[in-house]
């Protein structure tokens, strides 16, 4: 596996973290960078993780041999328009945006069909920090990394792409693209929504600065979280917001059923939610 | 700060955390323990967290100066009524529970009246095992612990707590019985309480294995605390039932917005929402 000229628009922690992993690895010939501010770009140069960059993402992949577009959800239209005319006939192009029927859509719409050598891709990890200067080579290490190929989708395309994953040191899985958004809605789209609703609420009482003062350990893993990017959180929200209001509906169901039994005293049926709850999490997420 | 005898009911996470600490800075001369199960409690002896044990209450407390409460919320009033005949007169008792209100009502039943060598008392300080196995020394390092005393509480009593506390690390605070019990429903009550609603909700979806499978670090933090003590959770909901369900009603109105923002595809009110979250957030659980 080895890719002669990389071309990532948008570096930042996921497109620079890639970036790093493949460049310890050796895998990578040139690495060009792509984004609306030339500051981030230059500090991405300075820190070893991209060689040069062009802020007009035409130019940024001409020549290049697989274009990585690692940029939020809701500028994943604009930036396909923009290379469309300017990429290699043989590049393969993939991106890692949170959600995967949006990203489809936005290619069929820029590019008038999804392309065979499109693969919409999906790195299962991150932290709650953006940025290039937050980006590190081992963020994908052991993580899943999930690829969405459509019916038409080359295979070798989706080959390159898997390779460049494994790479990094992911575990590559294949899914198709409706069950990809239903399965993100549901373990990861869901708690950020939760979480910055917590933060939001508990912000709005009165004495919320003494109530966060007394915040301990669970509550600061519990709300880690709503630290991540709004912009990010806002674009999949909207790019994914069926399965998101589905999954919140099918939440709603199980908090009000709690939220009942507290109010009916009923001790017996708190201690059946959360022993369900406890078995499901030991299970599935061992210490 | 030394204490003659210490009698611990309850050895569990908290017990025997406290013991331990205490052991490790010389400040007790002997620890009983006492619980419903000799085998935990020779278990307790063997981990050398306790001198000795006995599971009748009454006979525990015998001539203890310092009587540590440290069972269930659910348990308090029936420890509390048993110990009651068999305590030295200047025997302090002090306790544990996560909510505040219901110790004091407890004691108000078993002891008609709360005695004033009673002093509250709340280590926010906890992890989601629970028993004398998963105790440890330094669990209350760093932490802060909340006491409640009422009007009439002795101060000396108190004093004697705070020195207790302070010896296993902890910082000491002072505050109403009501306002602990709001604080803490907002800060943990409301957040374990979601933990386990979002768990057992993805554990009802029909592909529910595979949920879990992808669910990344984010899912992991934000979970983690769904996998306390069910029992102990039971209680904590039955005792602080008004203001955590007045936290949940708060939640509620701040969970729906978002959800009709997402609904509304209103990018600017997600993002005005998200960034407040995040702003407090940061502030107040710096990286
Ligand atoms: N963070 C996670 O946990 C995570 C996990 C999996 C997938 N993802 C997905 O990965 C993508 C990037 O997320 P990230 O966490 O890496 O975000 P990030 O650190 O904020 O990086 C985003 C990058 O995109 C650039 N950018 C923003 N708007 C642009 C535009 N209109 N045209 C060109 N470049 C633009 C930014 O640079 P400039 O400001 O210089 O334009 C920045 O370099 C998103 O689609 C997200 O859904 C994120
Ligand atoms: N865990 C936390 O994060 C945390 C934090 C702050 C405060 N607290 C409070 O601390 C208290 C104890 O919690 P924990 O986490 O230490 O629980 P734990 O590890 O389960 O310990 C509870 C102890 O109480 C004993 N016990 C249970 N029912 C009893 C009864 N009816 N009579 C006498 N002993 C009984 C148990 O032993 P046997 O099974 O042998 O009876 C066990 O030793 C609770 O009130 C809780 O609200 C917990």
Redesign the pocket.
């Known amino acids: 596996m080895r890719i002669e000229r990389l071309c990532i628009?948008?570096?930042?922690?996921?497109?620079?973290?890639l970036a790093r992993a493949l460049r310890a690895n050796d895998a990578v010939g040139e690495v060009v960078g792509?984004?609306?501010?030339a500051?981030?770009?230059q500090q991405?140069v300075d820190l070893g993780v991209i060689d040069r960059y062009d802020t007009d993402?035409a130019q940024a992949v001409a020549g290049a041999d697989l274009v990585l577009v690692?940029?939020?959800?809701?500028?994943?239209e604009?930036?396909f328009k923009q290379i469309r005319p300017h990429l290699a006939p043989d590049a393969v192009i993939t991106?890692?945006?949170?959600?995967k029927g949006a990203v489809v859509d936005a290619a069929q719409k820029a590019f008038g069909g999804v392309p065979a050598n499109l693969v919409p891709g999906?790195?299962?990890?991150?932290?709650?920090?953006?940025?290039?200067a937050?980006?590190f080579a081992e963020l994908f290490r052991q993580r899943r990394v999930i690829l969405t190929p459509l019916a038409h989708t080359d295979a070798e395309a989706v080959e390159r792409v898997r390779g460049l994953w494994e790479t990094a040191g992911a575990e590559v899985v294949e899914m198709g693209v409706e069950h990809h958004d239903r399965v993100l809605a549901a373990t990861s789209h869901l708690p950020h929504i939760l979480a910055y609703a917590t933060v939001d609420s508990l912000a709005r009482l009165h004495e919320h600065d003494e109530i966060f003062q007394y915040a301990a350990g669970g509550f600061r893993d519990f709300t880690r979280i709503a630290g991540?990017?709004p912009?990010?959180w806002r674009?999949?929200c909207l790019a994914n917001r069926e399965a998101i209001l589905e999954m919140i509906a099918h939440f709603q169901v199980d908090l009000t059923a709690l939220t009942e039994a507290i109010q009916a005293r009923d001790g017996e049926r708190l201690v059946e939610i959360f022993s369900r709850a406890k078995r499901a999490r030991d299970e599935h997420a061992p210490r």
Do not use: F, N, Q, Y
């Not at 991106?95 to 959600?99: E, L």
């Open positions: 628009i948008g570096v930042g922690l996921i497109g620079g973290s792509c984004s609306r501010s500051e981030h770009l991405a993402p690692a940029v939020p959800m809701g500028a994943m604009a930036v991106d890692v945006g949170s959600a999906h790195p299962i990890a991150g932290t709650e920090r953006s940025g290039v937050a980006s991540s990017d912009v990010m674009d999949i």
